[in-house]
């Protein structure tokens, strides 16, 4: 495994505790979709207490039940320098769920309880008493091309994007952001948060496809990404996306 | 379903500025429409009448349940409430007490209310119940003995998350009257946490240490203290995050159980030998069902049994007789072939289904089926956190076949697991996933059949079809 193959390292933020929708699926998209090509993934993992390496070229934070996001909350407000440091030098950053709440600038409980947040994405959530939960259907503009992304929400969480950010999606089907707006996500360079998880990625190739050519371009690889058989994802897709009340 | 309830939102419109009619009237309007809606085949018998009863007398349930005079059990938990209330059931039985119960697909309150309704002077009442709705249930029952048997992650799209429901069930139990028996399983560190507070309470686990796995599963909930957040050290797990537990940090320690199963011996797909200890004397239980989840259900229903007074000779004697009965381990010959079925609806009953399959020594025939309707949890992302990949370790899978509703969303689930080199068919119609896995399997193997709750009511439909089981077999 020493040759140099392409590689794309990705920081798995507490894998521990920000798991609950599925995560490990999103992991596995990125590594089999690389390997497929000849290219390859290296995670590393960064839990409580741990240091965030700033040399990653993708950042990924998953779901928490709300204990244990707000004791990654105070964990990771002290010490997100690296992260932004690389985000801000194009580093890719994908949120989903709770990790998404985590980007914005805070997040206030039910109870009225303010937890801080990273403020890598200009947004504000609080939560609602009642949940936004059911399939997805969003369209989505990446580099100039606009794809239907699908998925499932499950959050009490209400967003309201400020003027530093747009959404990543309109809502087609589903709740988005807050229910109101028509929104989901949030979207700023190559920094992506949202409520979608399903898992988010194996059913959005076009998706996964796109956030590894950004992390390879970070990485200074030159690579093309040769297209893949994508029959099995394609016909998940359209499942997910009919279920929602959405025929394509 | 939507029907009924735009019918009693009638009524309670009707009743705005009535509370509560007379119970005799209201008991008697809710059987009718019980009596009525079966006649006219719009099914509901088993909830209808309680939901009425409800809406026309709020106290009702109350009542009812007081009239009991050996009082009210109920039992709540993820997994396994509907064996376990069987297990317990069989010993009731066996003790010649009259039993009113609910099914299991009616554990909510007016599942509760019907059961009470359509049952006539019954000396105990045995009810399973949702873990939401548990605690509405204490309120109107008077519980004399409340079993808590776990929490696991099931659909989330359905509960909130599972530290709502914790909240939920310590508030519970610190409301209990004192003196309610508390049951509970000292091995689930959520549960056990709670369970300890109560001063009478029934602690039960599993200690047989060959039974033990060393590292948790990915789908392990609870692993950190429910008092400081630390890591919990675990000196041996059995299911997910069940075992005997410790915290290092600050101390929190499993209660020593009361009631243990201290040898368990599978005999494969057709059961298991249970050895256990009790503050009463050892009980050897025969159990017809495989697997470790049954072996809690079993620890559970004798415990159970026993705070309620049944002698531990009664108890073994009837699960040794009525355990055969029932069970969601299910043999079917088809021609030369036989077909095995293992229900799961979240990822610890999933994994332990993986776990009994492995121990098989047949060649493996698999045939996944995953629905995404209101009971299996219409979110599939579950399956994501199933350990799929031990199925593909060496040789032993020699085809799969992925039905189901959303069979193409397992389909990813396998295609990403280990690089996409396993082959296997998708085949999301149930009779065409059927058709499927039996030609893989070819003449004299067995097919191991794992599905969610309503791709089992398709399986067994497609069954029926072939003539090879009842057309009439759901509970009761
Ligand atoms: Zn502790």
Not at chain 2, 114 to 138: G, K, M, R, S
Not at chain 2, 216 to 223: F, I, S
Not at chain 2, 430 to 442: D, R, W
Request: hydrophobic letters at 40%; one cysteine or more; proline letters at 5%.
């Amino acid at each position: 495994m020493s040759e140099s193959r392409p590689t794309v390292r990705l920081g798995h933020l507490y894998p521990d505790h920000l798991n609950i929708y599925a995560d490990r699926g999103n992991i596995a998209v990125f590594r089999r979709r690389l390997e497929w090509r000849g290219l390859a993934l290296e995670v590393v993992e960064t839990g409580l207490g741990d240091e965030i390496p700033a040399d990653c070229n993708l950042y990924y934070l998953g779901g928490g039940q709300d204990r244990d996001q707000l004791l990654v909350a105070e964990d990771l407000v002290g010490k997100v320098a690296p992260l932004r440091q690389a985000a801000d030098g194009g580093a890719v950053v994908l949120a989903v769920c709770g990790g998404y709440q985590l980007m914005g600038h805070s997040y206030v409980t039910a109870d009225g309880k303010k937890m801080r947040g990273t403020s890598l994405l200009d947004l504000e959530t609080a939560a609602s008493h009642d949940r936004l939960i059911g399939d997805v259907v969003l369209s989505v503009n990446l580099d100039g091309h606009t794809n239907t992304v699908v998925g499932y929400e499950n959050h009490a969480g209400r967003t309201r994007l400020g003027p530093g950010c747009t959404p990543f999606g309109r809502v087609d089907k589903g709740h988005g952001n807050n229910g109101q707006d028509g929104f989901e996500g949030a979207l700023s360079g190559r920094r992506i948060g949202t409520y979608l998880h399903g898992p988010l990625l194996p059913k959005n190739p076009w998706l996964a496809d796109i956030l590894l050519r950004w992390a390879l371009d970070h990485a200074g690889a030159a690579v093309e990404l040769e297209p893949l058989d994508d029959t099995l994802e394609q016909a998940a897709h359209a499942t997910a996306a009919a279920r929602a009340g959405l025929k394509r | 379903m939507t029907a009924h309830i735009r019918w009693t939102e009638r009524i309670d419109d009707c009743l705005m500025k009535r509370p509560s009619l007379p119970h005799w009237l209201a008991a008697a309007v809710a059987r009718t429409a019980g009596r009525l809606s079966r006649l006219l085949g719009r099914g509901g018998g088993t909830t209808l009448p309680g939901l009425l009863l409800n809406r026309l007398r709020p106290q009702a349930t109350e009542e009812m349940a007081r009239a009991v005079p050996n009082g009210v059990i109920l039992l709540s938990g993820t997994n396994g409430k509907t064996t376990t209330a069987r297990l317990v059931r069989a010993a009731l039985d066996e003790s010649g007490a009259r039993v009113v119960a609910n099914t299991a697909g009616s554990n909510l309150e007016r599942g509760v209310a019907t059961a009470l309704l359509n049952t006539p002077e019954p000396d105990i009442a045995l009810f399973e119940v949702d873990e939401a709705a548990l605690p509405t249930l204490v309120q109107q029952t008077h519980p004399r003995v409340v079993v808590l048997m776990n929490l696991f992650r099931d659909q989330l799209d359905r509960y909130g998350e599972l530290e709502h429901l914790a909240q939920k069930w310590r508030s519970v139990v610190a409301d209990l009257d004192p003196d309610t028996i508390l049951v509970y399983n000292a091995d689930d560190p959520g549960v056990a946490e709670i369970g300890a507070e109560h001063p009478n309470s029934v602690a039960y686990g599993i200690e047989d240490p060959h039974l033990g796995r060393e590292t948790l599963p990915h789908a392990a909930d609870n692993t950190n203290c429910r008092r400081c957040d630390s890591p919990l050290h675990y000196q041996m797990i059995t299911i997910g995050h069940l075992g005997q537990w410790a915290c290092p940090a600050c101390g929190l320690i499993r209660p020593q159980p009361d009631l243990i199963a201290s040898n368990v011996e599978f005999e494969g797909m057709d059961g298991q030998q249970i050895a256990m200890s009790t503050a009463s004397g050892p009980i050897d239980v025969s159990l017809r069902l495989p697997g470790l989840p049954n072996a809690y259900n079993a620890v559970a229903a004798v415990a159970t049994a026993i705070a309620v007074g049944i002698t531990p000779t009664t108890i073994s004697a009837a699960l040794a007789e009525r355990g055969a009965a029932f069970g969601r381990a299910e043999h079917i010959n088809v021609g030369t072939r036989r077909v095995t079925t293992l229900l799961a609806k979240n990822p610890a009953g999933a994994n332990e289904n993986i776990r009994m399959v492995l121990n098989e020594t047949h060649p493996l025939h698999l045939l996944l089926l995953l629905n995404d309707r209101t009971a299996d949890g219409q979110d599939v992302s579950w399956i994501w956190d199933v350990d799929y990949e031990l199925l593909l370790e060496g040789d032993r899978l020699k085809s799969l076949t992925l039905g189901g509703t959303r069979a193409h969303d397992l389909a990813l689930r396998f295609r990403y697991a280990v690089g996409g080199t396993t082959d296997f068919s998708v085949r999301p119609e149930p009779a065409a996933s059927f058709e499927t896995a039996m030609a893989a399997c070819g003449a004299g193997g067995r097919v191991y059949v794992l599905p969610t709750y309503t791709a089992m009511l398709d399986f067994r439909r497609v069954l029926a079809d072939r003539g090879l089981v009842p057309e009439f077999w759901e509970d009761e």
